[in-house]
């Protein structure tokens, strides 16, 4: 009898999850204005896949600095130099809103907490516009918006590595007689470090999808010459272009992988 009942309560708790989740995806799309699809949007579809199988291999290298190997590079440069800024002013913030204590409230980590979730709030896009505003359009401004942005990332991993290590050997150290500095140096830090160096590999993957559409609005890479591109409808330089973004990510995702696999 029991078990019947229970049955029935997961029956219908079950049901009215599933009620609950219809009711949401017919609320969300009916803010949505669907418009009817375009008459040139089959062309333009064609026009791209015969972009992407007659690239214009021409704009690989040209040696003038304009095209495709320099903007990757560039990309590249900018995620490497946002993610290697990060993760090192990242460490301080870790510390900070690590919980080392079985408190469910600490202002220490909460604040910190809190400050990471205000970086992570903008998107990298966002903060690219803001730092164009600021420094002006090019790389700096990509690679200020990749920063600022994976430090709320890389902060918020960090510091829950520190809060999962095991306080045994710290707390070894100071019962010895050792400071928390002699902690912190000898115990703390070689724990957490592969964990660091894996979650800033992980980063620098995500660094160069965004880096790759930095330069839409300006900040540098290779959404520069790729908006204008498509602007000019110059089909086969999209698609030198795209195969040059997937090949680029391709690679680095298996490299970084290897890397993280070594690591961990």
């Given amino acids: 009898m029991q078990d019947k009942q229970k049955n029935i309560r ?8 599933g009620l609950i989740v219809i009711g949401l995806l017919i609320w969300a799309f009916s803010g949505i204005p669907l418009s009817a699809v375009k008459s040139t949007a089959w062309t333009i579809t064609q026009a791209i896949f015969n972009g992407l199988f007659h690239p214009d291999w021409a704009y690989v290298y040209t040696g003038d600095g304009e095209d495709l190997f320099s903007a990757l590079i560039q990309t590249l440069a900018i995620a490497f130099l946002g993610t290697f800024i990060s993760a090192i002013l990242s460490v301080p913030f870790a510390f900070w809103a690590a919980r080392t204590s079985h408190r469910w409230f600490t202002p220490r980590s909460t604040s910190g907490k809190v400050a990471l979730t205000v970086i992570r709030v903008f998107p990298e896009i966002v903060l690219a516009i803001m730092f164009i505003k600021a420094v002006g359009p090019g790389a700096y401004a990509g690679v200020l918006a990749v920063g600022i ?10 510091s829950e590595a520190v809060e999962n290590i095991d306080r045994g050997p710290n707390e070894s150290i100071v019962a010895a007689g050792g400071t928390g500095l002699d902690g912190l140096t000898l115990a703390t830090l070689p724990a957490v470090l592969p964990e660091f160096m894996n979650y800033t ?3 620098f993957e995500i660094s160069v999808r965004s880096a790759s559409i ?31 973004v997937i090949i680029m990510v ?11 696999h070594k690591l961990v």
């Fill in 250 to 260: 391709t690679v680095i995702d298996a490299v970084s992988g290897f890397i993280r």
């Fill in 10 to 17: 997961r029956q219908i708790g079950q049901g009215s999850i």
């Fill in 214 to 244: 930095l330069g839409i609005v300006g900040a540098g890479g290779i959404g520069a010459p790729l908006i204008f591109a498509l602007q000019t409808r110059s089909w086969s330089r999209v698609g030198i272009i795209l195969l040059g």
């Fill in 149 to 158: 942005h994976s430090i709320g990332m890389l902060g918020k991993l960090f």
């Fill in 201 to 203: 590999l992980y980063r």
